[in-house]
């Protein structure tokens, strides 16, 4: 059952195009890699996905809320981990405190950081932060995550980890969008992966 | 050709002044202090050439400068700080309506009286007869110069009577003040009170002196013998009727003049001819000023701490439009911050004050509130424009893709992150805006250095005065920082 799609998505910046010409869909509880040197468009496509980047062309097709994990976590700076886990949920989906709080400490713990609820964000390591990052986009519930460059801040050892923790949130019907530069992880976790190469995808698989 | 001989010329010629100016023999000059600004009857610009000065005391100094041999020069100099002015010898001798206290006789050379003066209390037509008195006047707001006399009276008055003292810095805004309402009664010489009455209608002068004073000319301490001199030169005038023509000329000979000469000519030793204020040593004077002093560092105080919190919050606004606000919104808000920025706080408290009194008449309080609020907004809408941009993009991104509208991120995200970039910079504000504050002086609001300096001129020294001035505003300014620099460890994080 394909629960995303992206039709002939263009995206310029300063009138150039960065991506074009990219299509491709995703069925529920796959993992999709995005592969490709650095400048080829990936974390591009990832961010019009999300909606932060203005489309000049084509479609986009996602399930909203969705979960964004960016390069480099951008956890807020000026709250704890563990808040910046319930926040939208008491913000956005308008969920009790209480609730909201529990739900956080679940995710946390889940993901293994637990432990590190009450961190202030610049007191956590690049995996944990890694970690507070996924559990602030699950805890909306999405049905789709985006993940840029996820490896670039870990060591070999916490990669496999992540790989397994990503499979693990597929196998839970999660569809999951990676960008990433990393080939073994890419064949480590994904289903499917899109070789991108100067903001286009050729045509073979 | 012609401009560089011109320039060669004026190099000439100063080079000439710079060689024969530096004299061995006696000088050719008689130079006299006096303030100009609003000095009017005894020294004014001329209103046909403002580059020259006219008034009784012009004509005294150039009295004094024939009787001497020199030419007069005039020197400008503030009202409120001729005594240091002349002590310091900027020069020779100062005459601007300068009245004789114990004070200035125990500091500086002091010449004998040129004219006598009555205190005037001076209410509007319609309450001539409800205030008759100082006395009357309970609660209710009396204005005079600082530095005065009739500032004396007043804050006797005030223990006494329990009336509120208003000073101001010059001597037309009284007047015009109580016309409009802001003040009820004036107390200041008769020149002066004859002067208001004639410039702003339903202004009644009573009768009944309040005080009688001298107009004396002041020269620098160990100056005796050129203070003999002049004495001299004022018995001689005094005689012959060239002091009363040109008191005649002036509109202000009257017959207390003549029984002030026969005093003086009378007894040739005379020079203590002092009006009714005791004399005081600087302890017993500090200790005297004490409490108003205390007072005065709570209205700073009260008025930074409030004008500061005004600031803040304008600030704030105008920052938030000029990132978040449609392009019109953007313009006008700029226009205010360059306009606010580029014009000096001093013309905006006028403007605040004097200037919108026809339309609106602010409180003094209310107008150096607003001023320095308004003022300082434009400073911290800048310093918090720029701690909102420092927030990184990608705190914003998070915030978007969890779905926060943008008043979320900003409240929630934005703003508190960029409140301790601000912080610092905050703190320096408002230490300078306590300092800044004592620019309100000028609308009539007596603060800390307001009131020193007019127990600066009582005393007639600024050393005591000044230092407890500055020991109180460091009491101020440094439990400030203090308390500033703790937040700011509280908020600290590595980058």
Known sequence: ?205 | MRTPLAALAVIASLSCRWTFAAPVEPPSELLWGGDAEGGAPYVEADPADPARVVGIDVEIAELLAAGLGRTPRFVQTGFTSIDQTVARGDFDVALCGIEDTPARRARLAVTIPYYEFREVLTVREGDKERFRSLADLRGHRVATLGATLAYDLLVEAEARDGIVPVTYEDDVHPYSDLALGRVDAVVLDQILAQRGARRNEGLHNQDTPLATGHYVGLLAPGSGEMRDRMNAILRDAMRDGRLEAILRKWNVWNEDQPRLYARLLGDPAANKVAPSPRPTGVVQASLRYLPSLLYAALVTVTLSCLSMALAILLGVLIASGRIYGAPPLRVALTAWVELVRGTPLLLQLFVLYFGLAAFVQLPAFVAALLGLALNYSAYESEIYRGALEAVPSGQLDAGRTLGLTERQILVLVRGPQAFRFALAPMTNDFVALLKDSSLVSVITVVELTKQTSIFAANIGSWVVPGMMCAALYLALSLPLARLARRIERRWQRPA
Do not use: Y
């Open chain 1, 1 to 205: 059952m394909t629960i995303l799609s992206v039709e002939g998505l263009e995206v310029r910046r300063g009138g150039r195009p960065i991506v074009s010409g990219i299509s491709f869909d995703a069925a529920r509880g796959t993992i999709v890699a995005l592969m490709g040197p650095s400048g080829a468009g990936k974390s591009t496509i990832l961010r019009a996905m999300a909606g932060l980047d203005p489309v000049r062309t084509g479609t986009i097709t996602i399930p909203r809320p969705i979960g964004m994990v960016f390069q480099f976590h951008h956890l807020f700076a000026n709250m704890t981990a563990h808040k910046n886990v319930w926040l939208a949920q008491v913000h956005v989906l308008g969920r009790p405190l209480a609730e909201a709080e529990r739900k956080a400490s679940e995710l946390l713990g889940a993901l293994g950081v637990g432990e590190r609820a009450a961190a202030m964000p610049h007191e956590l390591s690049g995996g944990e932060a890694q970690r507070v990052a996924i559990a602030r986009a699950l805890a909306l519930e999405p049905q789709v995550l985006l993940m840029d460059e996820p490896t670039a801040s870990l060591d070999p050892a916490l990669r496999g980890e992540l790989a397994a923790t990503l499979r693990r949130l597929a196998a839970e019907g999660r569809t999951i969008v990676v960008a990433t530069h990393d080939a073994e992880f890419a064949r480590a976790c994904a289903h499917r992966v899109l070789n991108i190469e100067g903001g286009r995808l050729p045509p073979l698989r």
